[in-house]
Each structure stands twice: as C-alpha cells, then as structure tokens.
Nanobody, 125 residues
Framework: VQLVESGGGLVQAGGSLRLSCAAS????????IGWFRQAPGKEREGVSC????????YYADSVKGRFTISSDHAKNTVYLQMNSLKPEDTAVYYC???????????????????WGQGTQVTVSS
C-alpha cells in the first residue's frame, strides 16, 4: 500500500486548497481513505473520510460545511477540498487507508493501517 499526498502550501485565511492522496498497491474500491491532521503540540485529529465501496463520508465538526472529500476511482485518488480556511486549520495533513469495513465498524482513527508521509498546510491570518 502506498499513499502520496500533495497540494499543501501557504494560503491566507479565507482561502482554499485542494489536497490529493494518490493510492496504489491495493484494490481502491475495497478501502476507505481518510484525512488526518496534526498541529504542533496537538494530537492527531481525524478530519474526513470516504468509503470507496459505497461513497459514505465522515466529517469532523470542526470542518463541516468548509471541507469536501471526494474520490476519483479512475485515478485512484482521493481529494480534500478545503474552503474558508482558518489559521487553526494549520497542520500537517496525512491521508490514511484501511478496509471500508474497518471504517464502518470502528470509525476514522489512528487504527487505520496505511499512512502517507504528510503535507504541510499553513493558513496565515
């Protein structure tokens, strides 16, 4: 399993970024792919997740209405569209994958088995 994030960067508050997570080495449709973030001195937080088996999604309360997760099955890539960004969204963002049944049974969390290397998102005020 390989996950490669891209799309991070520096943006002003109120701006937008789109993160990408390119997946390989597993059957994409059997997996859920989630996004986590970790700010300095804080615990890793589950942000959003999509099940590629049925399209169901999850959003943390802190990003509902601002972030949108989507999946391109032809490209084996999951996207996280982030709008109305706030300084508190600043963090390293990671994508992670596990079987869709794991996501449905146990939710989005550090138990996800495969992780990318992370991409930095910085939102200036």
């Amino acid at each position: 399993v390989q996950l490669v994030e891209s799309g991070g960067g520096l943006v002003q508050a109120g701006g937008s970024l789109r993160l990408s997570c390119a997946a390989s080495g597993f059957t994409f449709d059997d997996y859920a792919i989630g996004w986590f973030r970790q700010a300095p001195g804080k615990e890793r937080e589950g942000v959003s997740c999509i099940s590629n088996s049925d399209g169901s999604t999850y959003y943390a309360d802190s990003v509902k209405g601002r972030f949108t997760i989507s999946s391109d099955h032809a490209k084996n890539t999951v996207y996280l569209q982030m709008n109305s960004l706030k300084p508190e969204d600043t963090a390293v963002y990671y994508c992670a994958a596990d079987f869709s049944f794991v996501f449905k049974e146990y939710g989005l969390g550090p138990h996800f088995g495969s992780w990318g290397q992370g991409t930095q998102v910085t939102v200036s005020s």
